[in-house]
């Protein structure tokens, strides 16, 4: 590297002089003196912690003299690019991490080089960023969910103060002076309820970053709730609380108390159209991932706006319930109020539909990698060499009693067009082909691409492309799923027809006695660790399944919330049905019948949230396994109908609704058919 370059890991060696490097520090390692490189010792001015301790840092001119190249010889200019679009998606990082992964990156060019953004050389890095904008994405679901709950915790709040503003009302206050001291006192309880939900956070990420990723168990605290991340959470609570204080006050003061007024049809008919577009436009038009986000976002909320015009159809429709009548009384009660129940029955068909969406793309991806596990995992017994050449222990394990086949992996990382790519190789016959879904043995200059390779690089099975000069073909291309990078698998003779060293780091046994491989290991390799098939297999599929804890208590969290969203509604309900409860009890209805009309006015509740979430949650499934997923992480996920996606977000559901309705009703006065503060 330059030393005056202004790269962070160029800062270090403006403290080296010439012939002197700076190397990674490995966790406990000994600082060391110096290195050998080719047979001659250099230096070592400073050792770092962090960097890769194989990689050796030193100034551009001792590494061409150490690498007897050209003064001139370049392989890489790191550039940085300042320009409003670029400065925009730095910001977006800071405010929400990974949001600049949903959108397309700026293109840049210049004459003679091949240029390629910083994510397209380091993979890993898009990689991640696609990770935390998925759960961004979904995390922020919570916060919507959260915003229909303060609308509905507004509405409860103004209809028990409704004889009070209007006392005030006659008093001369005007309703500007009455939104300004509501909405103080919504921001005062979303300030206690944001520093309890700040407390709360930082204690969950602590904890489940330890139990997903095993940072933080050794102790250490791997959560920082700085400045920005207060300002943010804060900022973002206390908008929620003021858009939905201001949403629920406007209603409430410019609709008529007992329906309210409903949206004009071809207004809303005109968004329905608007976002059908949008959805529409974000599916086909890009490929970014913000675009596949805005096809889901635009149906759900298709979905959301036909709440209201179902409960006001089911409304006219209401006298023709049969039954009996106590039931029939329950579901019109459920239906004559179409405006104080649309907010929170839509937020649950949110949740649960996002619940059964979620719980779809996870069961599709768990099987495609299931699948993935039993073709790839053919042999009995894997090592791995980390770098050491096996081939020599491969031509001993042979003579061991049992085995039946070993089968040499390498692997060496290339860049082609300034992409990282991995080529594997392997001597490629008909049991090996086997592994990746193909008949017969891989023929010559014939190639495997991995899913994200051949995406990134426009290339379907039977096109040709170059490396090093040499045509090859695409016999076939499959899923790769977790690779960062591309993935180039060929024969071991393509490779080294095209000059790569045939050096074999890992190796694949067949063996019908593998206690007596362990054995014949112990010792020829003893510092080698032999991994059975059984146990690579539920590794695999336990890293996976902790992967998703995170996405399930996510959507859990968001489903108990729109529950008691949902309370809420019943309760505001319920100050609307003073006068009726009245009725029933002069006619002499028990209380035990009337917990007989809540139970059908929940059952009603049930039914319009499965006849909604659940194809609005096989949609939303659909676009995360077609087009979220490809976009995000290079793979497409086969779309599989499991009863577990289905059944768990509706059995939660159900149960949160039938506690609901054993929930006690706080008892309001009533004076004059007006309901009186407490």
Known sequence: LDAFSGLPQALALAFAAPGEVVVGLGAGAAEPTSVVLDGKPYPVALAL?????????????????????????????????????????????????????????????????????????????????????????????????????????????????????????????????????????????????????????????????????????????????????????????????????WLAFRREAQAELPTGASRPQGRRGLVVLLLAGAGLAGLYATEAVIGAFLAIAAVSLVVLLGVAPLLEALRRFS????????????????????????????????????????????????????AMLDQRMIYDAFLDGAGVDLTPLAAELRAVPGVTRIQPYGRIDERLEGRLVTLAFTPFDAFESRRYGLEGSLAPEAVLLNERFARGSALAPGDRFEIKGTSLVVAGIFPGFGEASGRIVLDSTTAERLGVPLRYDRLSVNTDDLPGLEGALGTLAPTLELQDQQSVRQLALDIFDETFAITRALTLLALVVASVGLYNALLALELLRTRSRQLLDAMGVSKGEQRRIAAARIAGVGTITLLLALPLGLVMGWLLCAAVNPRAFGWSLNLTLSADAFGWPLLTALLAMALIALLPVPAEGNRDGNLDDA
């Open 319 to 370: 006298a023709r319930f049969r039954g009996r009548l106590l039931e029939r009384i329950g579901l019109r009660e459920l239906v004559w109020y179409p405006a104080d129940l649309a907010v929170a029955l839509g937020a649950l068909v949110l949740a649960v539909a996002t619940s059964v969406a979620i719980g779809l793309m996870v069961d599709s991806f768990r099987k495609d990698f299931a």
């Open 49 to 245: 912690e962090g960097l890769d301790p194989d990689l050796v840092l030193t100034d551009i001119g001792t590494a061409q003299q150490l690498l007897g190249r050209d003064d001139e010889a370049l392989d890489l200019i790191l550039t940085a690019v300042v320009s409003p679009q670029q400065q925009l998606l730095v910001w977006s990082d800071r405010l929400l991490p990974g949001l600049s992964a949903g959108f397309p990156l700026p293109e840049w060019s210049s004459p003679g080089w091949d240029v390629q953004t910083l994510t397209e050389g380091l993979p890993s890095l898009s990689f991640a960023r696609s990770v935390l904008f998925n759960l961004g994405a979904l995390g922020s679901l919570a916060l919507v969910v959260a915003w229909l709950l303060v609308f509905q915790v507004s509405v409860i709040w103004l209809r028990r103060r409704h004889p009070s503003y209007e006392r005030l009302r006659q008093m001369g206050v005007t309703d500007r002076e009455l939104l300004r001291g509501f909405l103080l006192g919504v921001l005062g309880l979303g300030l206690l309820a944001s520093l309890a939900g700040l407390w709360l956070g930082g204690f969950l990420a602590e904890r489940l970053a330890a139990a997903v990723t095993g940072y933080g168990a050794a102790g250490e605290s791997g959560v920082a709730l700085d400045g920005y991340v207060v300002t943010k959470a804060l900022g973002s609570a206390l908008l929620v609380c003021l858009f939905g204080g």
